[in-house]
């Protein structure tokens, strides 16, 4: 049944999962290269030794005959298999062979195993905890019958979980095998007194004490397994250790303040058995099963993560912020099923259910059992469509064409990047042989930027809030450090920060993923750094796992057909579990109460369905429907009395374009005054906090509300009315078309394809410090015929000469310049943090600035201009007109502070609307106050190189008065300002 | 014992004091000379055969190593003395200055060098040319270098030229030598605009064409005009201005996609700013009329360097009157129908503003009305309000 219902659905399910696909790129590395440690796939390369080897290995000896996904499911299989013989064996431990199946019924359906498959997709785990389960009853019949050939088989189990999941072992060590030698002793203890009852505790200590030596050899034992069989693992932890700081995870949240995620940590796992929690307890903690009860209650408290500050206490806070919380609730649900299939037995056909039937009718017991089965259903049902209802992956990628792309045209030369993929990267990456600065396994990667951040992985940034975003922008605004040219994006939400840090969308593949390209970043070299171990490690790594799966096979197999006799005289002494009357009143009450709370709930979540009945809370639907595009249910929120229908609505948003309307994500919505005009009639303000990937909003709102028949409605607000003059805009434009290679040839570029680099001039670059904080600012000018892509660097030096940092201009500078236009620019140096410690900012001493050149065909569009402009308190204010043929997405401004003639400091501003054509919007943009800069030094020929040579090269092609124009601009009483124009067009 | 043990110490630590040996070095061992005779068939040129014997004053019964070397390769074979060897072309691949010596018993018996001329040269040419660019004005040169080869790929010393022909009003082919592997033939730029091919060839030998495009220099200052303007301060209308055609100081039209920029400047201050760019070296704008009457001057700019004339531009009121009604029962104020200088309404989306207490609050038009609803925006039904459109303001009392 098991495998039926499991290998049915995770073929289903598999793809949605967390966990499926890194595993599944695991297993690809080792298909390629059995012996091979060094992985370059992602980041700058990472060693395959920080993960325990056996399931991977097996993935890619099947993938060989089944292809890769198909391996994963098979091997998926045999680990239900192990694991429903394994609750099996484990639960005759505790309960009657009934009992034990009716446990095995329940492991089936049981909620916290169905989200490790189905969900997680933690194929290693699960295959731990099934090895995990086989082992214990093994080394039980050592303990309590001295045979050594069950040493043997559980050892060997052993070995092959170290190798599968490594902290499976060292945590089963504590909650599992010692309760389970434990009670081997104890039932040799009640087998010499005849009767728990005559057991006393100085029996018990003495017994412990003549099987120490027992003791003491499965513990060297286990230690020396767990060392040699993955030594490398050890020797990788001990010499490479991990410097990530702590990444937030949903298990450590307080389950309290965050229902959510309680949720997905707390209840699903337990599911059902959170009904009869208390009679789980009861049973655990009878006198014979006491280890495993203390076990238990220690898994089951642990598994509350920061709900109280219990966990922290007795993990100590480095374990609690670097181990995931939820394998403690997985493992106490798996203790938990042997006295749930009692209980389930009991109430089926045991004593309860005999109560049941004299005290209530045999229809009333029916019913009951009835229901619970059906709840369980309902539970399982619940679960496998969890990622149809919160959808935790985006929709299935076709791979096909993005590693097509890849592997051919030497675009392999270079590292990408994937944004939106979720874990389907990993499956990405198991299709193509091109590298990925990115990845998925966290504790293996070195890269500062990762490391220094709290952050999984860049791919999903956007919902990792601003940390997230500031380690996508170190890798877009210097992609020549990890020479990444390409990146694939499933999200718009990262389009503008793409455009504005000079990303160039090229054609969409067919998959309907877009491909956004950077110009000019060298290939990787031809060799690339590698961390070796030594050939006895690497020879270990390849056999020791591989060899411990086929022993245990061999060892099990064999010897399961010599013993199979023997085992029936071999079971535990299990303990008649019986109720009294005041715990069975707890039982009732515990389940009534928490009945009572599952339909509170529904009650809440029906209630919040009735929005209209509060104006603040229908004001927060709004905003949530429109935060989730759900513009059709944000309609019905509206009064309609008016004739507003849904075309006229849904035209007058789908007109809206803009950073806001189009790329944000609404962050908090605070409500800053309700005013009661009348008792029909509400105004609420509103200021809505949104992020984008380039920057925060805040926007105010104020909502007039209606209320009729006892709801509230809001009133739309009056559309613009202003209207563009023409009905047809004629405007010429120019095209531009770099033809590439131009002979139908595969292999490198001829030189005569390769276009010059267009010339560029410098004429300021300044070294500026705000507080601690460096920057270089400066205005660059094509002044070449062709439009040109600009890259600009600038490193900071040390008195000695030694480089400290270098950055690139991103955001603050117009990447692409048509021939005479200039642009500032602005580099940041805030990010000391990924640097080496030996590094100090207070080092500084001088500054060198890069500046190079491309040509590029980017569709430019300039049909823009700034009017109305004005300044007053540091504030610019103006109208941004649009009189060209192109909705301008989101419009950037640039504005060039001078002081004194001095060049010191460069802003930028996106204006959260956008701009259709023959229309303007008006923008206010607050401006630095250059009293607190200061300038450190000025860029002078000696230090500003342009295309590799020294700036007054390319003075000899600037006119001779080029120096005498005086730059024309808003003058103000600090200085002049320049301004400058750029915007997201979508052509 | 202990006296013997003394004993013998003191006698081997006497005899060890002894004068060092004196140690003969030979004298030196007679080289025998040989001599390395050449014989070529087709000439020193790569890929032909050499005939190598080496002549001995004795004969050899020890083979003698014969060790054939340049900078890059060196092979040996082993040979007999006074035995004609024939040593197939493959050994000469590459040309240049071969060295070819005789060893026997680990001492060179003889040694001789001798040059391989490189075979004929082999088409294509083997040529660079770069900047692909340049800037007309004799700003900016670029050059062409040829390095012609062999079919091996062996580059030639010295040789006679390679010629370079281009198309250009003062000359028509250029002839230069082959010195150290290559040739070279830089030109400057000329005062015209163009796309200049060269054809490299050295007689039959020849190579891909090769194009320098000559680019336009810095635009020259240049004129603006206007080309359509509605004088009246109607917001929705556009000033259209347009360049006369730009050239730089040689005549030359500036590139396309020339970025212009257009400066509007009212009583001293810079209000606004404009783009624009060239499109067959003539640029146009649309700059939105203002919302009050104005008057502009309007300058343009490519760069920091050319500049246009200056333009005046005036606009007039385009709102004809101000009609504000008051509802009270409604709480209602109603400015409007508004009426632009031609009878028509005025734009939709004019903006109307009502001040009341220092603080402001606007609304826009549609069909000419703007209605401020009091009561909802909380403003007391009393006192005095300030009504103002583009230039006009009225002050009415609630």
Not at chain 1, 689 to 700: D, G, M
Not at chain 2, 226 to 233: E, I, K
Request: with cysteine.
């Amino acid at each position: 049944m098991a495998l039926l219902m499991h290998g049915t659905l995770l073929s289903f399910t598999m793809g949605n999962t967390y966990d499926a696909y890194v595993h599944i790129f695991f297993g690809s590395h080792y298909a390629a290269g059995w012996f091979e440690t060094w992985n370059y796939k992602w980041y700058t390369g990472f060693t395959m030794t920080s993960y325990p080897p056996l399931v991977h290995q097996v993935i890619a000896i099947l993938s060989k005959v089944v292809g890769l996904k198909l391996a994963f499911l098979m091997w998926a299989m045999v680990a239900v298999g192990l694991f429903i013989r394994g609750v099996f064996h484990f639960s005759q431990l505790w309960v009657t062979p009934i009992a034990a199946g009716y446990a095995c019924l329940l492991a089936t359906l049981s909620s916290s195993y169905l989200e490790a498959v189905h969900i997680f997709g933690q194929l290693p785990s699960i295959s731990g905890m099934a090895l995990l389960l086989n082992a214990c009853p093994e080394l039980y019949r050592w303990i309590r019958f001295n045979r050594w050939s069950y040493y043997i088989t559980g050892v060997s189990l052993i070995a092959c979980l170290t190798a599968a999941h490594h902290v499976t072992t060292i945590f089963g060590m504590v909650f599992f095998i010692a309760p389970v030698l434990g009670v081997a002793v104890l039932d040799i203890c009640i087998d010499e007194r005849s009767g728990i009852e005559n057991v006393r505790v100085m029996d018990f200590v003495k017994k412990v004490l003549r099987l120490s030596p027992k003791a003491i050899l499965i513990g060297l034992t286990v230690i020396t397994i767990t060392v040699v069989m993955i030594f490398p693992y050890w020797y990788w932890s001990k010499t490479d250790p991990i410097t990530q700081v702590s990444i937030p995870h949903g298990s450590r949240a307080s389950f309290i303040e965050d229902p959510g995620l309680g949720m997905v940590f707390f209840l699903i796992p337990w599911g059902i058995m959170l009904f009869f929690l208390p009679g789980i307890f009861h049973k655990i903690f009878q006198k014979r099963n006491l280890f495993l009860g203390l076990s238990f209650a220690l898994l089951f408290l642990l598994g509350t993560g920061g709900t109280t500050p219990l966990p922290k206490l007795i993990l100590g806070a480095n374990a609690f912020n670097i181990l995931t919380l939820d394998r403690f609730t997985f493992w106490g649900s798996i203790i938990a099923l042997p006295f749930f299939g009692q209980f389930m037995w009991s109430l089926a056909e045991g004593r309860l259910a005999a109560w049941v039937k004299w005290h209530l009718g045999a229809a009333i017991h029916m019913v009951t059992v009835l229901f619970i089965v059906v709840m369980m259903l309902f539970v399982a049902g619940l679960i496998i469509n969890f990622s149809n209802m919160k959808p935790t992956q985006p929709t299935s990628i076709e791979m096909t064409p993005i590693a097509s792309f890849l592997d051919r045209d030497g675009h392999d030369r270079w590292r990408f990047m994937t944004l939106g993929f979720g874990d389907q990267m990993a499956w990405l990456s198991a299709n193509t042989s091109a590298l990925s600065v990115d990845g998925n396994y966290h504790s293996a990667r070195r890269l500062p930027e990762l490391t220094t951040r709290p952050v999984e992985r860049i791919e999903n940034s956007k919902y990792l809030g601003e940390e997230g975003l500031e380690a996508l922008r170190d890798f877009l605004s210097l992609p020549e450090k990890y020479n990444l040219k390409y990146i694939f994006s499933n999200d718009k939400f990262y389009e503008p920060l793409l455009y504005f840090y000079g990303w160039k969308k090229l054609k969409p593949l067919e998959n309907g993923i877009d491909l956004w390209e950077r110009q000019d970043v060298p290939p990787l070299p031809t060799i690339l750094p590698k961390k070796d171990i030594p050939d006895i490690q690497r020879i270990m790594w390849g056999t020791l796992p591989i060899g411990s799966l086929l022993t245990a096979i061999l060892l099990n197999t064999s010897l399961w057909f010599v013993r199979r006799e023997d085992r029936k005289n071999l079971v535990a002494l299990i303990p008649t579990y019986s109720s009294g009357k005041v715990a069975r009143i707890v039982f009732v009450l515990w389940f009534l109460a928490v009945a009572a709370w599952v339909v509170l709930q529904g009650y809440n979540i029906q209630k919040a369905k009735n929005l209209h009945q509060d104006p603040v809370e229908l004001v927060h639907t709004y905003f949530h429907a429109i935060d989730f595009k759900k513009f059709e249910e944000a309609y019905t929120y509206h009064d309609l009395s008016g004739g507003l229908t849904l075309e006229q609505y849904t035209l007058e948003l789908s007109l809206e374009d803009g950073i806001l309307a189009s790329y944000a994500k609404l962050d908090t919505l605070i409500i800053k005054e309700v005013k009661q005009i009348s008792d029909n009639k509400v105004k609420i303000d509103v200021k809505a906090n949104w992020f984008t990937a380039v920057q925060k909003y805040s926007t105010e709102h104020t909502f007039d509300l209606n209320k009729k028949d006892e709801k509230w409605y809001i009133i739309k607000p009056e559309y613009e009315a202003a209207t563009p003059p023409d009905q047809i805009i004629n405007i010429p434009d120019i095209n531009y078309y770099t033809q590439g290679r131009r002979k139908a040839e595969a292999g490198a570029t001829f030189r005569e394809d390769v276009l010059d680099r267009p010339e560029l001039y410098v004429p300021a670059a300044n070294l500026i410090k705000s507080d601690s904080t460096y920057h270089v600012v400066g205005i660059v000018t094509n002044i070449d015929n062709d439009p040109s892509f600009i890259t600009i660097e600038a490193v900071l030096y040390d008195e000695l000469g030694n480089t400290l940092y270098r950055a690139n201009a991103d955001e603050v500078l117009i990447h692409n310049l048509l021939p005479k236009e200039s642009s500032g620019f602005r580099i940041d140096f805030d990010n000391w943090s990924i640097l080496p410690d030996s590094i100090d900012r207070e080092d500084v001493a001088s500054f060198v600035v890069f500046a190079r050149t491309s040509v590029t065909d980017e569709k430019f569009y300039k049909f823009m201009g700034l009017r109305e402009l004005e300044v007053q308190d540091q504030q610019l204010h103006g109208r941004l007109d649009n009189y060209g043929n192109k909705e301008i997405s989101i419009p950037q401004i640039l504005a060039l502070q001078y002081e004194n003639d001095n060049l010191k400091w460069v802003k930028t501003h996106y204006m959260d609307k956008g701009i259709r054509p023959q229309r303007e919007k008006p923008f206010e943009m607050e401006l630095k106050n250059l009293k607190n800069l200061c300038l450190i030094e000025k860029g002078n020929n000696k230090n500003i190189l342009i295309n590799g040579s020294e700036r007054q090269e390319s003075a000899k092609l600037l006119p001779r008065n080029f120096f005498r124009q005086k730059n024309k601009a808003l003058s103000t009483d600090e200085g002049i300002i320049i301004l400058q124009t750029n915007g997201l067009v979508s052509f | 014992m202990r006296i013997l043990i003394a004993i013998l110490f003191t006698v081997t630590m006497i005899l060890s004091c002894q004068e060092p040996e004196v140690v003969v070095i030979p004298p030196p061992v007679h080289i025998e000379r040989a001599n390395i005779k050449l014989e070529s068939l087709g000439g020193l040129v790569i890929g032909n055969s050499l005939t190598v014997t080496v002549i001995t004053q004795k004969k050899k019964s020890n083979p003698i190593n014969l060790v054939v070397s340049n900078d890059l390769v060196s092979y040996a074979i082993d040979i007999l003395s006074d035995k004609r060897v024939e040593l197939d072309g493959q050994y000469f691949i590459h040309s240049g200055l071969y060295t070819i010596a005789a060893i026997h018993n680990d001492s060179i018996i003889a040694k001789r060098s001798v040059t391989i001329e490189p075979g004929p040269m082999k088409g294509p040419l083997d040529v660079y040319t770069g900047p692909a660019s340049i800037v007309t004005g004799s700003k900016q040169s670029s050059m062409i270098v040829t390095v012609p080869s062999d079919s091996l790929g062996n580059g030639f010393v010295r040789s006679t030229g390679v010629v370079y022909e281009k198309l250009a009003a003062d000359q028509r082919s250029k002839w230069r030598p082959v010195k150290n592997l290559h040739s070279v033939f830089e030109f400057r730029s000329g005062s015209v605009a163009k796309k200049t091919l060269i054809g490299v060839s050295k007689q039959d030998v020849l190579a891909n064409e090769q194009a320098v495009i000559e680019t336009p220099d810095w635009p020259a200052n240049f004129s603006i005009k206007v080309v359509s303007h509605h004088p009246f301060a109607d917001n929705r209308q556009y000033l259209r201005l347009q360049t006369d055609k730009i050239v730089d100081d040689n005549g030359n039209q500036i590139a396309d996609g020339t970025e212009v920029a257009y400066q509007v400047v009212e009583d001293y201050n810079v209000i606004a700013l404009y783009k624009a760019i060239t499109i067959d070296g003539v640029a146009n704008v649309y700059i939105r009329n203002p919302s009050n009457p104005a008057s502009w001057l309007i300058r343009s700019y490519i760069g920091f360097t050319s500049v246009s004339n200056g333009i005046p531009i005036a606009f007039k009121e385009n709102i004809s009157d101000l009609t504000i009604k008051y509802d009270r029962f409604t709480k209602r104020l109603l400015i409007g129908p508004l009426k632009s200088m031609l009878g028509q309404y005025a734009p939709d989306g004019t903006i109307v503003t009502l001040t009341h207490n220092g603080k402001e609050y606007k609304e826009e038009t549609l069909l000419g009305e703007a209605t401020f609803d009091l009561m909802n925006m909380g403003i007391e039904q009393k006192g005095n309000v300030l009504i103002n459109v583009s230039d006009l303001e009225q002050e009415i009392t609630l």
